[in-house]
């Protein structure tokens, strides 16, 4: 069974920088795409970037792509998500997810989840 759990979450200025991870337990880690995905009250959970089970291969979308990075360490079972000049429109619950030899930003791709860390930006 894989289980996901992000952790890093916190409270932030705009213009600051924060770091999430995911540390993901079961076998054969690095055959899994780890995506990021987050929600703002109210809004649909919208995809934010994932990595390749290599890492050779990223995905962002264009509303962090040049701002946050994604990477992860298969000897660690962890992805992590760099995030750089946070705006208030960052603030949200992220979420990583995992798929089985998958790449891509469609959510219904990801088939486990973890459960969330809060990331807030003030103005």
């Known amino acids: 069974q894989v289980q996901l759990v992000e952790s890093g979450g916190g409270f932030l200025q705009a213009g600051g920088s924060l770091r999430l991870s995911c540390v993901v337990s079961?076998?054969?880690?690095?055959?899994?795409?780890v995506a990021w995905f987050r929600q703002a009250p109210g809004k649909e959970r919208d995809f934010v970037g994932a990595v390749s089970g290599s890492g050779r291969n990223t995905l962002y979308s264009d509303s962090v792509k040049g701002r946050f990075t994604i990477s992860r360490d298969n000897a660690k079972n962890t992805v992590y998500l760099q995030m750089n000049s946070l705006k208030p429109e960052d603030t949200a619950v992220y979420y990583c997810?995992?798929?089985?030899?998958?790449?891509?930003?469609?959510?219904?791709?990801?088939?486990?989840w973890g459960q969330g860390t809060q990331v807030t930006v003030s103005s």
């Open positions: 079961g076998r054969a880690f690095s055959s899994y795409t």
């Open positions: 997810a995992a798929s089985m030899n998958r790449f891509g930003s469609n959510r219904y791709l990801y088939d486990y």
